[in-house]
Nanobody, 123 residues
Framework: QVQLVESGGGLVQTGGSLRLSCAFS????????MGWFRQAPGKEREFVAA????????YYADSVKGRFTISRDNAENTVYLQMNSLKPEDTAVYYC????????????????WGQGTQVTVSS
């Protein structure tokens, strides 16, 4: 059974950094692309970043490009999101998810999700 558990969220000041982790349990982690999404109160869930199964390709939303870095460790079944230069508008619940397709930005293309971790950036 596939399970994803995010961690690493918290409260940080503007300009600060956080590193989110997503631990994947179950087989075949290394066979799938993984993504990070976020959802702020009253808003739709939005794409943040994705990484191919090998880690060789990464994709980012324009709003986080140059500030966030996605990576993965297939030996540890974990995907990471390093977030630097955080802004108040980055405040949201962050989710990791598994993607069996080649279309990384659509919520509907992800078939397993974690429970989310809260990130709050104070101004």
């Amino acid at each position: 059974q596939v399970q994803l558990v995010e961690s690493g969220g918290g409260l940080v000041q503007t300009g600060g950094s956080l590193r989110l982790s997503c631990a994947f349990s179950g087989r075949t982690f290394s066979s799938y692309a993984m993504g990070w999404f976020r959802q702020a109160p009253g808003k739709e869930r939005e794409f943040v970043a994705a990484i191919s199964w090998s880690g060789g390709r990464t994709y980012y939303a324009d709003s986080v490009k140059g500030r966030f870095t996605i990576s993965r460790d297939n030996a540890e079944n974990t995907v990471y999101l390093q977030m630097n230069s955080l802004k108040p508008e980055d405040t949201a619940v962050y989710y990791c998810a598994r993607n069996p397709t080649n279309d990384y930005a659509r919520v509907s293309n992800y078939n397993y999700w974690g429970q989310g971790t809260q990130v709050t950036v104070s101004s």
